[in-house]
């Protein structure tokens, strides 16, 4: 499946970009965090602690351990700080 | 009845008196409560806040919790206003209004919403001084301030 991958605040600084396609098969966002993290160094050093990030599937706060079929869109970036 | 719930996520800033000029005028609200957020300078060292958002995820978060609060507070009104982008000291950030019969639910649903927003609406703030960038982080306490809706 095609997924949009959409990275906000110092994900995306250590990332190096703000969004991108990729082709996967990964059943669960924790599956795709593997993909990724197997790739290059940069997706290492941004998802090397999971406890400080949150995923949005479709613009909507999820679990890690949740599934990724139907989803188009993945969000990863750090505890909100909105107010 | 369907409360009237408006939400503006932008990068101008606001004028109070504009926003409130129609807020609140149903016949049955008793009591309006607005607070507005301002970037603060704590050391004196702070040049601008860079406010970076998730559009689309924001709007709708936002107009979840609101009309969480507007439903369980029996609001007649309410606004939630946010900016993003480059923001000075002493700018204004944000502000919620909330209108009802009562002065305890109009306060009430307006700290519900500032729990909220702090740590459930797309926003993350960075903070620029002379000697360089960081992001702020969010607090525990921020977190527990939810166990008490």
Request: net charge negative; with cysteine.
């Amino acid at each position: 499946m095609t997924l949009n991958l959409l990275y906000f605040a110092w994900v995306r600084e250590r990332i190096g970009e703000p969004r991108e396609t990729v082709e996967t098969s990964a059943e669960t966002v924790m599956d795709l965090v593997a993909e990724l993290k197997a790739r290059e160094p940069r997706y290492e050093l941004a998802f090397s602690d999971l406890a400080s990030l949150r995923v949005a599937l479709d613009q909507e706060l999820a679990e890690f351990d949740a599934p990724l079929a139907g989803v188009r869109e993945v969000a990863f970036f750090p505890p909100m700080t909105g107010g | 009845m369907a409360v009237p719930v408006r939400i503006s996520v932008q990068a101008e800033d606001f004028d109070l008196a504009t926003e409130l000029s129609g807020f609140g005028h149903a016949a049955n609200t008793g009591a309006t409560v607005t607070f507005t957020g301002l970037v603060r300078d704590d050391t004196g060292a702070l040049q601008h806040m860079e406010i970076e958002h998730y559009p689309g995820m924001c709007e709708d978060a936002i107009r979840k919790i609101a009309d969480e609060a507007a439903n369980r507070w029996a609001l007649t009104d309410c606004l939630v206003i946010h900016r993003f982008g480059r923001l000075v000291p002493g700018e204004q950030i944000m502000m919620v209004a909330t209108a009802a019969r009562h002065r305890s639910e109009a306060f009430a649903a307006a700290e519900f919403l500032m729990d909220y927003l702090k740590s459930r609406a797309p926003f993350w703030k960075k903070e620029v001084t002379r000697e360089g960038a960081e992001w702020v982080a969010a607090k525990d306490s921020d977190e527990d301030a939810l166990s008490r809706w």
